[in-house]
């Protein structure tokens, strides 16, 4: 099988790389940016540094800070009509999973037209919109270097996947001095959804030698350091390892693909606006339990990778120790069940058909090691409620 590997061209990562902003817009000769955020980067005076730092370049930067969690086809459309009205040649998205989803999606309908959700997946978006430079804030999702972004349909409430060569950033600065501020529960849910990007890489049906090393690394970076950074948020070890591991893992499942934790997670999301992070985490043990005997090698491996499993034990055990270990990882990052978090009991039975049929639908669970049915993924939800 041949890889075809997508990464950004330009990636600076370190410590204070967000100050090099104006060098790289200069390398890639660009200089009009419309910086795509939302209010929270605002208010912590993040984006005014990123304009003081363009200043210093003479650059100047306009602002579009109206995006939204788990970002709507609404949002996009506002992004659409505040670009159009400037003469930009570049997205500066600023921010977690969120901004720098909503600016691929700007950027494709600049360039496209129509609605977004004429994009969604099985579409395969190649043409390249305007260029995109990825500073992400969180230690979490990895769109900073990965083909994807996810947009839910305000009629539908579904989660769509768009995904294509046309959605990858040119560059993507990632600088863990910006993550000092996040709180506990973000970084926790952003921290175990980088570890899913891994293990998902990992055991994908589209798996390949390239994003296995980096699937690995993060496994083992996250792994060592996630309850350091929840409980020592200013332990700048522990930001820049978790950095690094959201990134490791983001090329690794933007060159290998998410599957059936992914798939199932994006529903819960959309329906009951838990954070997508957050929806992974309650899912992930469960979906490794069900997962696991299709690819037991490979979960085995990412038991070592995690140090929960050491080289003499057999695969079995190994998956063991592993499914325990996210159980015990959901309690010490105080993961809630579906219906710990307040989901009302009711409406998500009636709703589990719907969703079934969405994760389905988005193609991730295709690359898990055991494809699931629909009356499998329905009983998978039922079973995660709590």
Same mark, same amino acid.
């Given at each position: 099988m041949t890889a075809h590997i997508l990464t950004p061209k330009h990636m600076l990562i370190g410590g204070g790389a967000r100050r090099h902003l104006g060098a790289l817009l200069g390398d890639l000769g660009l200089s009009k940016p419309l910086i795509v955020t939302d209010p929270l980067m605002v208010k912590l005076e993040k984006v005014a540094e990123l304009r003081e730092i363009l200043k210093a370049d003479g650059m100047s930067a306009d602002v579009f800070a109206d995006t939204v969690p788990d970002p709507t086809d609404l949002v996009v459309e506002a992004g659409v009509a505040c670009l159009n009205k400037g003469d930009y040649d570049c997205l500066i998205a600023l921010g977690g999973g969120s901004?720098?989803?909503?600016?691929?999606?700007?950027?494709?309908?600049?360039?496209?037209? &129509?609605?977004? +959700?004429?994009?969604?997946?099985?579409?395969?978006? +190649?043409?390249?919109?305007?260029?995109?430079?990825?500073?992400?804030?969180?230690?979490?999702?990895?769109?900073?270097?990965?083909?994807?972004?996810?947009?839910? =349909?305000? *009629?539908?409430?579904?989660?769509? @996947?768009?995904?294509?060569?046309?959605?990858?950033?040119? $560059? *993507?600065?990632?600088?863990?001095? @910006?993550?000092?501020?996040?709180?506990?529960?973000?970084?926790? =849910?952003?921290?175990?959804?980088?570890?899913?990007?891994?293990?998902?890489?990992?055991?994908?049906?589209? /798996?390949?030698?390239?994003? =296995?090393?980096?699937?690995?690394? $993060?496994?083992?970076?996250?792994?060592?350091?996630?309850?350091?950074?929840?409980?020592?948020?200013?332990?700048?070890?522990?930001?820049?390892?978790?950095?690094?591991?959201?990134?490791?893992?983001?090329? $690794?499942?933007?060159?290998?693909?998410?599957?059936?934790?992914? &798939?199932?997670?994006?529903?819960?999301?959309?329906?009951?606006?838990?954070?997508? &992070?957050?929806?992974?985490?309650?899912?992930?043990?469960?979906?490794?339990?069900?997962? *696991?005997?299709?690819?037991?090698? +490979?979960?085995?491996?990412?038991?070592?990778? /995690?140090?929960?499993?050491? =080289?003499?034990?057999?695969?079995?055990?190994?998956?063991e120790q592993l499914i325990t270990s996210l159980k015990e990882l959901n309690q010490d990052l105080k993961v809630p069940s579906p219906r710990e978090f307040g989901i009302d009991a009711e409406r998500y039975k009636s709703l589990l058909p719907t969703m079934a049929d969405q994760a389905i639908a988005s193609g991730s669970p295709g690359n898990n090691p055991r494809i699931a049915q629909k009356h499998e993924i329905v009983s998978i939800y039922e079973q995660i409620f709590g």
């Amino acid at each position: 099988m041949t890889a075809h590997i997508l990464t950004p061209k330009h990636m600076l990562i370190g410590g204070g790389a967000r100050r090099h902003l104006g060098a790289l817009l200069g390398d890639l000769g660009l200089s009009k940016p419309l910086i795509v955020t939302d209010p929270l980067m605002v208010k912590l005076e993040k984006v005014a540094e990123l304009r003081e730092i363009l200043k210093a370049d003479g650059m100047s930067a306009d602002v579009f800070a109206d995006t939204v969690p788990d970002p709507t086809d609404l949002v996009v459309e506002a992004g659409v009509a505040c670009l159009n009205k400037g003469d930009y040649d570049c997205l500066i998205a600023l921010g977690g999973g969120s901004p720098i989803d909503t600016a691929k999606a700007i950027a494709l309908l600049h360039r496209s037209g &129509g609605r977004i +959700r004429d994009y969604k997946v099985p579409h395969v978006v +190649r043409a390249q919109g305007l260029p995109i430079i990825a500073i992400p804030t969180t230690a979490g999702t990895g769109s900073e270097v990965t083909r994807f972004t996810i947009i839910t =349909d305000s *009629a539908s409430d579904e989660k769509m @996947l768009i995904s294509g060569p046309g959605c990858l950033p040119v $560059a *993507a600065i990632v600088d863990y001095e @910006l993550t000092f501020s996040v709180p506990f529960r973000t970084t926790a =849910d952003t921290g175990i959804d980088s570890l899913t990007h891994a293990i998902e890489a990992y055991v994908s049906r589209k /798996a390949n030698l390239y994003s =296995d090393i980096f699937a690995k690394s $993060a496994i083992t970076r996250i792994s060592k350091y996630l309850r350091l950074a929840c409980h020592e948020p200013n332990n700048p070890q522990a930001r820049e390892q978790m950095m690094l591991g959201a990134l490791e893992g983001g090329i $690794a499942f933007s060159n290998a693909s998410v599957a059936l934790v992914h &798939g199932m997670s994006r529903p819960i999301g959309a329906f009951f606006h838990v954070p997508h &992070g957050l929806s992974n985490a309650m899912l992930l043990p469960q979906v490794t339990a069900f997962s *696991a005997e299709a690819a037991l090698d +490979r979960y085995a491996d990412c038991a070592r990778f /995690a140090g929960v499993a050491d =080289d003499n034990s057999d695969d079995r055990a190994a998956v063991e120790q592993l499914i325990t270990s996210l159980k015990e990882l959901n309690q010490d990052l105080k993961v809630p069940s579906p219906r710990e978090f307040g989901i009302d009991a009711e409406r998500y039975k009636s709703l589990l058909p719907t969703m079934a049929d969405q994760a389905i639908a988005s193609g991730s669970p295709g690359n898990n090691p055991r494809i699931a049915q629909k009356h499998e993924i329905v009983s998978i939800y039922e079973q995660i409620f709590g």
